[in-house]
């Protein structure tokens, strides 16, 4: 999906419902003055969040945010294993531990600001969230 025409709802932090702004799983993505954290790439995030929200109804409470995930490409006997930070985590609720706690991802979303390139190995690409 091109991004050129896209227009942000919430580039703006100061048009976020405050459902999302007060919500406690939400507050990584504000400063203490209201502002973004990261300017460029959180009003993606929190745009993304709103479409689980209202189109999908994923509740709020299965999601986390800014998440340091292990996770792999291929097969335990052959495939790359990376470290990364995850932007989003929706939960599956249908696996929750003996105390409630959600714990098996169903979606990772990696939100970027839309002049970054989603493939390649530059700095501006995806592989920068890789460590």
Same mark, same amino acid.
């Given at each position: ?19 999302? /702004? ?43 945010l800014e998440l340091n995930s292990d996770f792999a490409?291929?097969?335990?006997? !052959? !495939? ?13 609720? /249908? ?16 939100a970027m600001e839309p002049s970054k390139k989603v !493939? !390649?190995?530059e700095g501006e690409g995806w592989v920068d969230h890789?460590?």
């Amino acid at each position: 999906m091109p991004f050129s025409d896209f227009t942000n709802p919430y580039q703006n932090p100061a048009n976020i419902p405050q459902n999302y /702004r007060q919500h406690i799983n939400l507050l990584k993505l504000f400063k203490a003055d209201g502002s973004y954290v990261r300017p460029a790439e959180d009003p993606v995030t929190m745009w993304a969040l709103e479409i689980l929200v209202e189109e999908y109804g994923v509740p709020l409470e299965a999601m986390e945010l800014e998440l340091n995930s292990d996770f792999a490409e291929g097969t335990h006997q !052959g !495939g790359r294993r990376y470290l990364g930070r995850v932007d989003v985590v929706v939960y599956d609720d /249908r696996y929750a531990d003996s105390v409630g706690n959600l714990d098996v991802a169903f979606i990772m979303v990696e939100a970027m600001e839309p002049s970054k390139k989603v !493939g !390649g190995t530059e700095g501006e690409g995806w592989v920068d969230h890789l460590f």
